[in-house]
């Protein structure tokens, strides 16, 4: 049953994809994103990934529309004939695709439990963390504890590409991410747009409060830091759309989306030289308490704290940015 | 009987994706991508039963509440599109 | 069954492709950031692909169900995190595209390539 | 006792595939944007309540059931929002076509 359904969503992927790269219409080809990233999803949950597809859900539904709907306002919505040839980049691609066909024939199949994949640490991942963290949710473990490095590295990249979206478009003055045209011309848009702003303003509590559940539910079900911040930036995006960038912006202030991003990162890079200082090693927490399990849990939550923080921040600073540029 | 449902979801994300790739209009893409997110809702929701794992319902929640914002970011977009396509008509008949 | 066993990982080629394929091929500089999008979609389903264990479930574990089979939570772990910085240095991209738009007016590479050789 | 809830959820769930998908082939196979939309709009919400409500029925009273309402109850809020809104700007921009055409035409 779970290839029957990974079949089916697979080929609507493919032929997705096909009519996206096909596309002149740029908007088109954003539209037909968001499908992509709906059909990803929900492959990634028919394996197994349920974290993953939570993921993929808070980012590609929301944010990375809007994004690239607002790089279009800011740019252009239609794509010109080039007048190159087709051909060669077609023949490179055929070949190539070929080839790697051919090496596919060598992978284990889908499922297969003797993939050398599930061989070396997995096994010890999953049978050791009830013993050592004592958490349900292996993938939180991995994340916040064994792998917390790769995470901490992470964060800083997202850090990074932030700061760079920021000196890229420059911050300052409030602006509309689609700006309106003065008054006068969009006559009756309130009184007509009265339902979507009233039924959006009774879910953004909703959003914010998924979000935090999510955050502090990390540990037992599928969540974490990095879907709660999406989430949560998802939230306030929407009130900057039914409400307008002014109004967000002074419902959350830049300066305390600088505070949330260099505090989040700042927070997880503590909570490991905390750890150094109490006699451990970088982000080994399980000296936070006297007991092991229960530091290990603290630090987890501590570091989730601080991913939730850097990425709700850096989503929104760089969605304020693009706004911010569409009227500057 | 989960199986069943999650067929004829499937066949309806078929048939959506059909209209998505259609259009014509930039309208009928918007519709086939909101009426996709919700069948992604209830095939999440069905599946969910069909593995034995319920307590991942919390992805078609979040579907369920973000999903809305992609169609108010579009519309929205399209909105002030076309307002200012006429902002800049008016101004170029003021100037004539 | 065997064959079908691999379709994921066909799938991950034929879209890898269409990807590089919109990167190479296509001078608009937004498509090729779409084009890149589906290349890093494609590199996420290859991962997750090789999470998956027969007869297993996802790796959050259920008290009371001792013989349960768990997928794979690695690859998870990196796609998770993967998908995050992937829409944050997608951001970066779009605000080089959006800075290229006003220096040269437009966002077709051989047409600010042309004004380039021009100057 | 559970041989009526399986039969519910099964008649619930044959309702709701046959609305999921008439309502589909509706907005496959309808003429105009406005006719599709309406297929659309108007077998979503009894489709979903439908296949919802089947799935509840087989949960029974646990947390997975509030779960299903609560997303029961935001696609009913944000689906019927989000036609309006589409409609309301299909329409805003049909009508600006339409006076605009006959602006030119004067």
């Not at chain 1, 090496?103 to 013993?131: C, I, M």
């Not at chain 1, 509309?176 to 009233?198: A, N, Q, Y």
């Not at chain 4, 619930?12 to 297929?39: D, E, K, N, Q, Y």
Request: net charge neutral.
């Amino acid at each position: 049953m779970t290839i029957l359904l990974a079949v089916f969503l697979l080929t609507m992927l493919v032929i997705t994809a096909v009519a996206i790269v096909r596309t002149r219409d740029l908007f088109a080809a954003v539209m037909l994103l968001g499908i992509f990233s709906l059909l990803m999803a929900a492959n990634f949950f028919v394996l197994d990934a349920a974290d993953v597809a939570l993921t993929e859900a808070a980012v590609g539904a929301g944010i990375s529309t809007v994004l690239f709907l607002g790089a279009l306002a800011l740019t252009a919505a239609r794509e010109r004939e080039s007048g190159d040839s087709r051909w060669l980049p077609l023949v490179v691609v055929v070949i190539m695709a070929a080839t790697v066909v051919y090496a596919t024939f060598d992978k284990p199949a889908l499922g297969d439990p003797n993939a050398p994949v599930h061989q070396h640490v997995a096994p010890w991942y999953l049978s050791e963390t009830p013993r050592l963290i004592d958490i349900p949710n292996v993938v939180t473990a991995v994340l916040g504890s064994y792998r917390g490095y790769d995470t901490l590295g992470e964060v800083f990249v997202v850090f990074t590409a932030g700061i760079a979206v920021l000196f890229l478009l420059g911050s300052g003055r409030p602006g509309e991410l689609f700006s309106r045209p003065p008054d006068e011309l969009s006559t009756g848009g309130l009184k007509h747009h009265l339902i979507p702003r009233v039924v959006g303003k009774l879910l953004i509590p909703f959003i914010i409060l998924f979000g935090l559940y999510v955050q502090f539910h990390g540990e037992y079900g599928p969540g974490g830091g990095f879907q709660a911040g999406a989430i949560i930036a998802a939230g306030v995006i929407l009130y900057a759309l039914l409400e307008g960038e002014t109004r967000a912006l002074a419902a959350l202030p830049e300066s305390a989306l600088k505070v949330m991003v260099i505090g989040g990162a700042l927070l997880y890079t503590l909570v490991g030289v905390v750890c150094m200082l109490m006699g451990g090693n970088f982000l080994d927490y399980s000296v936070l308490s006297t007991n092991s399990v229960a530091g290990q849990q603290l630090g987890i939550i501590l570091i989730e704290a601080g991913v939730g923080l850097a990425v709700t921040g850096v989503l929104l600073s760089i969605f304020h940015a693009f706004a911010a540029r569409a009227t500057a | 009987m989960f199986i069943t449902v999650s067929i004829a979801i499937l066949v309806t994300m078929a048939l959506a994706i059909i209209r998505a790739l259609r259009g014509p209009s930039i309208y009928d893409r918007i519709l086939a991508v909101n009426m996709f997110g919700t069948k992604t809702v209830l095939l999440v929701s069905v599946v969910a039963f069909l593995f034995g794992r319920p307590d991942f319902l919390d992805l078609a929640l979040a579907y369920a509440l973000i999903n809305f914002i992609g169609v108010l970011a579009v519309l929205e977009f399209f909105q002030s599109r076309s307002l200012r396509r006429e902002l800049g008509a008016a101004q170029q008949r003021d100037s004539l | 069954m065997q064959l079908l066993g691999l379709y994921n990982y066909w799938v991950f080629v034929v879209l890898l492709m269409i990807g590089f394929y919109a990167v190479i091929a296509k001078s608009n500089l937004i498509k090729k950031l779409i084009g890149l999008s589906i290349f890093q979609a494609a590199v996420f389903l290859l991962y997750i692909s090789m999470d998956k264990v027969e007869g297993g479930t996802a790796p959050i574990i259920q008290a009371g169900v001792p013989d349960q089979i768990y997928s794979n939570p690695l690859p998870q772990v990196l796609i998770l995190t993967a998908i995050v910085v992937g829409i944050s240095t997608m951001a970066l991209g779009l605000a080089i595209v959006v800075r290229i738009k006003e220096a040269y007016g437009t966002i077709e590479e051989h047409e600010a390539a042309a004004m380039d050789s021009e100057a | 006792m559970s041989l009526f809830l399986d039969l519910g959820s099964w008649v619930l769930f044959g309702i709701g595939s046959l609305l999921l998908f008439i309502g589909a082939l509706g907005v496959l196979r309808l003429p105009t944007l406005f006719t599709r939309m309406h297929a659309a709009s108007l077998t979503e919400s009894l489709g979903t309540i439908a296949v919802l409500t089947g799935i509840m029925l087989q949960a029974g009273l646990t947390l997975a059931t509030m779960k299903l309402l609560a997303i029961l109850l935001f696609l009913l809020l944000t689906s019927p929002t989000s036609s309006y809104a589409l409609a309301n700007a299909a329409l805003l921009a049909r009508n600006r076509d339409q006076t605009r055409e006959q602006a030119d035409r004067k």
